[in-house]
T-cell receptor
C-alpha cells in the first residue's frame, strides 16, 4: 500500500544544534516533494520544494535532500532557534499532494 | 495584503444541521482546495477546484459539498450526512503557473454541540 511516514514522536533539540527531520514514502514515484511548517491552530506555510532530479536544495538555514532510491527526504535546520519550534509536514506529488502527519520540533534554550 | 481568509475561526454545529465554511482568496489563483486535519493524521483532501464552475471530489468527499461560482471564493458545506465533522478545516489555493505550491488559510475549527 502507499504510505508517507514522518516520525510521530516530537524531536527535542538544544538551541544552536542542527535539527534533522525524516520523511519516508513507499509505493509512490513523486516528481517533487515539499516541506511545510505549521504552528498550532494555524495553516501550513510552504518552505521548500525539491524535484526528483535534485539531490539537495537550500534556503537560508534550511536544507532538504531527496533520495529517490531510498524513497526518503531529509529536512535540516541548522543553528536552530526556539522560534523554529513548530510541526513540519512533508508532502509529495501523486496527481495531488499527499501530506505526512508531521513531526513536532521543539527547540529549547 | 494578498492572502487567503477563512471564516469563522470557530464554528459549532448542532445535530442535523448543515454549516458552511467560508474561504476567500485575493491571490488570483485558479485552483482551490479543502482539507480536513485530525490529530495524528495528515491533511486529507475533501474537494478541489481548478477552475470556476468546476470541482472534483477528493479522498473524503462524503458528507460535504462545495461550489465555485467565483474565482475568489470556494465555500464548503458540512452536511448532516457527515457523522464525524469535528476537525480543523483548511482551505488552500495555488496558481496555474506554480501549481505545486499551495497557500493555506488560517483554518476553521468545527465542533459539534
Amino acid at each position: 500500500s502507499q504510505k508517507i511516514e514522518q516520525n510521530s514522536e516530537a524531536l527535542n533539540i538544544q538551541e544552536g544544534k542542527t535539527a534533522t527531520l525524516t520523511c519516508n514514502y513507499t509505493n509512490y514515484s513523486p516528481a517533487y516533494l515539499q516541506w511545510y511548517r505549521q504552528d498550532p491552530g494555524r495553516g501550513p506555510v510552504f518552505l521548500l520544494l525539491i524535484r526528483e532530479n535534485e539531490k539537495e536544495k537550500r534556503k537560508e538555514r534550511l536544507k532538504v535532500t531527496f533520495d529517490t532510491t531510498l524513497k526518503q527526504s531529509l529536512f535540516h535546520i541548522t543553528a536552530s532557534q526556539p522560534a523554529d519550534s513548530a510541526t513540519y509536514l512533508c508532502a509529495l506529488e501523486a496527481d495531488k499532494l499527499i501530506f505526512g502527519t508531521g513531526t513536532r520540533l521543539q527547540v529549547f534554550p | 495584503d494578498g492572502g487567503i481568509t477563512q471564516s469563522p475561526k470557530y464554528l459549532f454545529r448542532k445535530e442535523g444541521q448543515n454549516v458552511t465554511l467560508s474561504c476567500e482568496q485575493n491571490l488570483n489563483h485558479d485552483a482551490m482546495y479543502w482539507y480536513r486535519q485530525d490529530p495524528g493524521q495528515g491533511l486529507r483532501l475533501i474537494y478541489y477546484s481548478q477552475i470556476v464552475n468546476d470541482f472534483q471530489k477528493g479522498d473524503i468527499a462524503e458528507g460535504y459539498s462545495v461550489s465555485r461560482e467565483k474565482k475568489e471564493s470556494f465555500p464548503l458545506t458540512v452536511t448532516s450526512a457527515q457523522k464525524n465533522p469535528t476537525a480543523f478545516y483548511l482551505c488552500a489555493s495555488s496558481s496555474t503557473g506554480e501549481r505545486e505550491t499551495q497557500y493555506f488559510g488560517p483554518g476553521t475549527r468545527l465542533l459539534v454541540l
